[in-house]
């Protein structure tokens, strides 16, 4: 008995190293191969003037006066947002919720669309806010460099260019997360390095160059590529 309870150990730890061995070989790969340290910025005038820059380039008056953004979010989460109004419905699997983000207790929640109530509706207004948080960033990220609690930064990159080293101090699922933004020769955005709370690894590139242009004129992203993974922005809307 106590020969067949070693032998099943044996095999337990057998699996348990077949699955995890690879993991723990590619993140240490990736950790050493990409991790870096936050870099130091100089806050004032300068990145003030390089965060407009950006804006500029990005025609931000016209993403300003866009009232109506819908998209998908990697083909799971579906969003209908109403921007001037700040409410924003959010359909994934069953479920919808319509978000009041200027007072989230009016917020509603539905299933098959019959309306809930209590703790299931509390734990559905919660999951749509963390989605909308996350998915909306990957979509108008750029746009929010002047939100309340942000600090702007000037920092050079590897090559000398100028760069924008955003930190959101307030706000948002994850406050203290600071993004560094990396210019092309326009000023438009074509990647960001992150430092952020869910990521074991500081400063991880995701690129910001496959943008479109929307109905109502703004200019958004459709895809993000972050190593070997894809965020995939698609069915994008909008109006004035």
């Known amino acids: 008995m106590a020969k067949k309870s070693k032998k099943t150990f044996k ?3 057998g699996v ?3 699955f995890t061995l690879p993991s723990l070989l590619l993140f240490g790969f990736v950790y050493f191969k990409y991790n870096e340290t936050l870099p130091v910025g100089i806050q004032g005038e300068q990145a003030d003037i390089l965060a407009k820059n950006m804006l500029d380039a990005l025609n931000f008056e016209v993403y ?4 109506y953004i819908e998209w998908t979010f990697k083909n799971r989460h579906h969003y209908k947002w109403q921007k001037n109004k700040n409410i924003c419905s959010v359909y994934w699997k069953d479920y919808k919720v319509i978000l009041t983000l200027n007072n989230l207790s009016q917020s509603k929640a539905y299933i098959h669309s019959f309306k809930t109530e209590g703790k299931k509706a509390a734990e559905l207004i919660d999951t749509a806010i963390k989605y909308f948080n996350n998915d909306s960033f990957w979509l108008v990220a750029p ?3 002047f939100d309340d609690g942000v600090q702007r930064a000037l920092v050079k990159d590897e090559n000398g260019n ?3 080293l955003i930190t959101y101090t307030q706000g948002g699922s994850t406050p203290g997360d600071s ?3 990396l210019l092309d020769k326009n000023n438009k955005p074509k990647s ?5 709370s869910i990521l074991p690894i500081g400063g991880l590139e995701a690129t910001w160059n496959n943008w479109t242009t929307t109905e109502s004129g703004a200019v958004l992203p459709t895809f993000h590529k972050m190593l070997f993974l894809g965020i995939e922005m698609n ?4 109006s004035k």
């Not at 300003?64 to 009232?67: M, P, V, Y």
């Open 16 to 18: 348990i190293i077949f």
């Open 179 to 181: 993004y560094l933004w």
């Open 64 to 67: 300003n006066n866009t009232n």
């Open 143 to 145: 746009y929010k460099i």
């Open 11 to 13: 095999i337990i730890v």
């Open 235 to 238: 069915h994008i809307h909008t």
């Open 192 to 196: 960001f390095k992150m430092w952020v």
């Open 162 to 164: 100028d760069a924008l």
